[in-house]
């Protein structure tokens, strides 16, 4: 058997969870342009202001745990 078909029989065995290991492994994820700009932006501070607002409502105790808002009903 060759290597391709003992790597193709391989990936035959594995679980959803380790294939889906094994795409991002094969072909990661390319930023596209909202995401490029995204990370120009955060790298020129222009969140700073949502980052404060947040911590100021936190602080001021108006958040709730994320896992009380994704709780099922």
Do not use: N, Y
Request: negative net charge; proline residues 4%.
């Amino acid at each position: 058997m060759s290597t391709v078909a003992e790597i193709k029989a391989a990936i035959d065995q594995l679980t959803l969870q380790e294939r889906c290991e094994l795409e991002a492994l094969l072909h990661p994820f390319e930023d596209d342009e909202w995401d490029k700009q995204m990370k120009r932006d955060a790298a020129a501070g222009k969140f700073g202001a949502l980052h404060d607002a947040a911590d100021a409502e936190h602080d001021a105790g108006k958040t709730v745990p994320l896992t009380d808002i994704l709780r099922e009903p």
